[in-house]
């Protein structure tokens, strides 16, 4: 395999645009390595080896990797010749067009008349698509095909493309990626594509704030007739209140931890877009603010059980006990 001299345009893929790469790096400017030049002489054999053999679409993926790692006239022109294999005529075309253009730059007259004849036998069998997308490009537009950056230059110009399924992916910052499946009939001469318009990320919504708990007021009426056989209020009105002044506590502490975490969030966002820390900080806001809000609620139920267990206990000497009745009023204490 000989080293080439630099190229005015390169192939992204195999699978993309043909016409367009000219917008790829320059893939000869440096040597390559001792090292990548062995790997490479191994490939490219094992690589014909299965051509010969009629594994085809096992040989490009080798013969592609030797390419890449010390590019030469004859591995191209064997890469070549397995995408035409393979059918990927648009593929094959651009790669045989290299091959005259750099053997008449190398003097092999023999080897650009076959690259030029061969590529003029595929021209014949091209079928071409456009991706045109919806609305006006947004700044910072990036385009991928099959997984490869393109020139956005793509966009509504007519060219070749390989027979088979083809994913195009659009981004742009502050915009929703949007990515678009399609499969290319090698029947059909030229294949529109539409891309979605780039939509603008929904905005965060508000965190919740914790609902007041319910105030509890005890009504104590006049005294009823005495009740017995309720000894055990007293202890059990204990343990509530213990249990009442922990909920209480702990939901305090998540109102605190809700308000923080929003105030870091809001911190992150801007014309209501988050980065992912932001959203992050939302969400969790979000949790603890529902968290502090269902034990605000637990805790004041449980201490107005509490006072009324308490408040309704039989005490010592008395013929007589108060019976006690919860108002329930929602508002802040």
């Known amino acids: 395999m000989s080293t080439r001299t630099a190229s005015a345009g390169r192939r992204l893929s195999a699978s993309v645009l043909v016409a367009l790469l000219t917008m790829g790096g320059n893939a000869y400017a440096a040597e390559?390595?001792?090292?990548?030049?062995?790997?490479?002489?191994?490939?490219?054999?094992?690589?014909?080896?299965?051509?010969?053999?009629?594994?085809f679409a096992d040989?490009?993926?080798?013969?592609?990797?030797?390419?890449?790692?010390?590019?030469?006239?004859?591995?191209l022109f064997n890469l070549a010749d397995c995408y035409e294999q393979l059918g990927r005529n648009a593929s094959a075309w651009s790669a045989f067009s290299e091959v005259a253009d750099l053997a008449r730059l190398a003097?092999?007259?023999?080897?650009?008349?076959?690259?030029?004849?061969?590529?003029a036998l595929l021209k014949a069998k091209l079928v071409y698509w456009?991706?045109?997308?919806?609305?006006p490009a947004p700044q910072g537009l990036v385009l991928r095909v099959?997984?490869?950056?393109?020139?956005?230059?793509?966009?509504?110009?007519?060219?070749?493309?390989?027979?088979?399924?083809?994913?195009?992916?659009?981004?742009?910052?502050?915009?929703?990626?949007a990515e678009t499946q399609v499969r290319i009939?090698?029947?059909?001469?030229?294949?529109?594509?539409e891309l979605p318009a780039l939509a603008d990320p929904a905005a965060p919504s508000e965190p919740v704030a914790p609902t007041p708990a319910p105030k509890v007021e005890p009504i104590v009426p006049a005294p009823s007739a005495e009740q017995s056989g309720r000894e055990w209020q007293k202890p059990v009105a204990v343990v509530a209140g213990g249990v009442a002044l922990v909920a209480l506590g702990v939901g305090a502490a998540f109102g605190l931890k809700a308000s923080s975490e929003w105030s870091d969030a809001?911190?992150?966002?801007?014309?209501?877009?988050?980065?992912?820390?932001?959203?992050?900080?939302?969400?969790?806001?979000?949790?603890?603010?529902?968290?502090?809000?269902?034990?605000?609620?637990?805790?004041a139920v449980v201490a107005a059980a509490a006072v009324v267990l308490?408040?309704?206990?039989?005490?010592?000497?008395?013929?007589?006990?108060?019976?006690?009745?919860?108002?329930?009023?929602?508002?802040?204490?």
Request: proline content about 6%; charged content about 25%; aromatic content about 4%.
């Open 146 to 177: 099959d997984g490869r950056v393109v020139s956005n230059a793509v966009l509504d110009a007519e060219l070749p493309v390989d027979p088979g399924p083809h994913s195009v992916r659009a981004s742009a910052p502050a915009k929703v990626e």
């Open 107 to 119: 003097s092999q007259p023999d080897r650009e008349t076959v690259a030029r004849d061969r590529a």
């Open 59 to 75: 040989a490009c993926p080798k013969l592609e990797e030797s390419e890449r790692l010390a590019p030469g006239i004859g591995t």
């Open 266 to 299: 809001k911190a992150t966002c801007g014309n209501g877009v988050c980065d992912d820390k932001g959203f992050s900080g939302w969400e969790s806001s979000r949790s603890s603010a529902t968290v502090s809000t269902v034990l605000f609620t637990t805790g």
């Open 310 to 333: 308490w408040l309704t206990a039989p005490s010592a000497g008395a013929s007589t006990r108060a019976a006690v009745s919860p108002v329930v009023r929602w508002g802040t204490f």
């Open 185 to 193: 009939d090698g029947t059909v001469h030229s294949t529109l594509v």
């Open 32 to 55: 390559p390595s001792a090292d990548d030049r062995t790997l490479a002489r191994t490939l490219f054999d094992e690589g014909r080896a299965l051509a010969k053999d009629g594994k």
């Open 130 to 135: 456009k991706l045109h997308l919806a609305g």
